[in-house]
């Protein structure tokens, strides 16, 4: 069992960062994926980031302005967000999977509005 809480996120202007982090109640060092997802209103779930066997994927809509890393000594894994557009506005979720079962963090509202 993986339990994922996550902090950060919140209301920034157009242009602006935020970090988000998620912390595991258990070693990450062997949780293979771990990423982040997110929601928009009226929205499917789509993945933003992840980090699978070493490498890193990102969404075509945020390669370039978001970055996903981990501190295993921390057990977290972080989303920086930057050149934050009102299009990245969602709910975003932080996700591990151990074997066949998926964990997920319990959201985090990120708002981009001038």
């Known amino acids: 069992q993986v339990q994922l809480v996550q902090s950060g996120g919140g209301l920034v202007q157009p242009g602006g960062s935020l970090r988000l982090s998620c912390a595991a109640s258990r070693s990450i060092f062997s949780i293979n994926p771990m990423g982040w997802y997110r929601q928009a209103p009226g929205k499917e779930r789509e993945l933003v980031a992840a980090m699978i066997s070493g490498t890193t994927n990102y969404a075509a809509s945020v390669k370039g302005r978001f970055t996903i890393s981990r501190d295993n000594a921390k057990n977290t894994v972080y989303l920086q967000m930057n050149s934050l557009k009102p299009e990245d506005t969602a709910v975003y979720y932080c996700?591990?999977?151990?074997?066949?079962?998926?964990?997920w963090g319990q959201g985090t509202q990120v708002t981009v509005d001038s």
């Open positions: 996700h591990a999977r151990t074997g066949a079962q998926n964990y």
